[in-house]
T-cell receptor
């Protein structure tokens, strides 16, 4: 069955440290890939997306993600985390049907 | 003003009641979606609509129905609410191009007692 896996339910990172959030998908072909962020009480905001081409994509707020076909992964990274990055992060895939399947999310906590 | 507006933002109701959640958008998008979010489960698709005459079931449509009243309006109904439908509900929209992202409203928090 098609699926999206975010293996880390919670991650705690010190402010200023680097961050990597993992996402793996299981689809027959390369889907369209997205990362969204949800701050408390808010809807989902798009951070970045991958459709084709360069496998390293840049997003808003200093985030980037790298698509690795061989690993079926689309991991989100940030070189230096700020306290305002504390939120829940969702990886999502669209296999081409214009519908999204979401991972279960990773809650990012930022320590002083 | 928000591009995707959900009403109400919060609702508390009793088991067995009929509930309607409304979504309107000013983005001019053809496609609209309803999701529910439960802690630890992420977002799951309930129903989606690619245009006014098109309605499709998502992953978890049982117990729900929808109405696409116009291009800009998409309502979700719970015919007879039950406690396990307590969740955060999101509406989203997108253009007709499949590789374009979805845009989300701020959600409706629904509690069923």
């Amino acid at each position: 069955a098609q699926s999206v896996t975010q293996p880390d339910i919670h991650i705690t990172v010190s402010e200023g440290a680097s961050l990597e959030l993992r996402c793996n998908y299981s689809y027959g072909a390369t889907p369209y890939l997205f990362w969204y962020v949800q701050s408390p009480g808010q809807g989902l905001q798009l951070l970045l997306k991958y459709f084709s081409g360069d496998t390293l994509v840049q997003g808003i707020k200093g985030f980037e993600a790298e698509f690795k076909r061989s690993q079926s992964s689309f991991n989100l990274r940030k070189p230096s985390v700020h306290w305002s990055d504390a939120a829940e992060y969702f990886c999502a895939v669209d296999p081409g049907y214009s519908t999204l399947t979401f991972g279960k999310g990773t809650m990012l906590l930022v320590s002083p | 003003d928000a591009d995707v507006t959900q009403t109400p933002r919060n609702r508390i109701t009793k088991t067995g009641k009929r509930i309607m959640l409304e979504c309107s958008q000013t983005k001019g998008h053809d496609r609209m979606y309803w999701y529910r979010q439960d802690p630890g489960l992420g977002l799951r698709l309930i129903y989606y609509s690619f245009d006014v005459k098109d309605i499709n079931k998502g992953e978890i449509s049982d117990g729900y129905s929808v109405s696409r009243q116009a291009q800009a309006k998409f309502s979700l109904s719970l015919e007879s609410a039950i406690p396990n439908q307590t969740a955060l509900y999101f509406c989203a929209t997108s253009t007709g191009v499949s590789n374009q992202p979805q845009h989300f409203g701020d959600g409706t928090r629904l509690s069923i007692l």
